[in-house]
């Protein structure tokens, strides 16, 4: 591991790359020999697990931006023991969760439960088509075709979506039912909220 003293440059995300899709036989002395030729390398390393197996991914830090965009512009895609490399500009995790945040604000999916049993496709397109131009929509059915009381309703815009939730969560359904309607949970969002 070649490691820089100087803790300001080894902090700041300048001259920093990430390398992904890395053979399991490179090593750091490996990384540092193939892109050293790019310019003075502060620090690399491998990741790898407890075993000191690599995990495929690792880092190297360049003493200047202008090296770091080099190796990004020679070496991404390129092959490096048979396998095609990833070489991109290393995003610290604040950056890469602020970036996460604002796009989480945008949504075009909504999430649409707790109506009847009888309501079906159109019924659901007929009180959502008043926010904006829909993309797709759905409702969840059983086996016997029969409504599970929840759906999806997929808008062209942001604001659409927006306005459809501000409108219709909460809104009386009769027979007890209150509509419940909200973003759409993707995997990524439903771990980020969690």
Not at 155 to 172: F, H, I, P, R
Request: with cysteine; proline share 2%.
């Amino acid at each position: 591991m070649w490691s820089q003293r100087d803790p300001s440059l080894r902090r700041s995300a300048v001259g920093n790359v990430f390398i992904k899709n890395l053979d399991k036989s490179i090593d750091n002395k490996a990384i540092y020999d193939t892109f050293s030729a790019f310019g003075n390398i502060l620090s690399c390393k491998v990741a790898t697990d407890e075993k000191g197996n690599s995990k495929g991914y690792g880092f190297v830090h360049f003493e200047t931006e202008e090296s770091a965009n080099t190796s990004i512009e020679k070496f991404n895609g390129m092959l490096l023991n048979a396998k095609k490399v990833y070489v991109g500009k290393f995003i610290p995790r604040k950056e890469r969760e602020k970036e996460l945040g604002e796009k989480a604000k945008l949504f075009t999916n909504v999430y649409v439960k707790n109506f009847g049993e009888d309501f079906d496709d159109e019924k659901l397109k007929e009180l959502f088509e008043p926010f904006g131009k829909i993309t797709s929509y759905k409702v969840m059915v059983k086996d016997d075709g029969k409504s599970k009381g929840f759906g999806f309703v997929a808008y062209a815009t942001t604001e659409a979506a927006e306005a459809a939730v501000d409108a219709l969560n909460g809104k009386d359904m009769g027979e007890g039912k209150v509509l419940y309607v909200a973003r759409a949970q993707t995997s990524s969002t439903g771990q980020a909220e969690k």
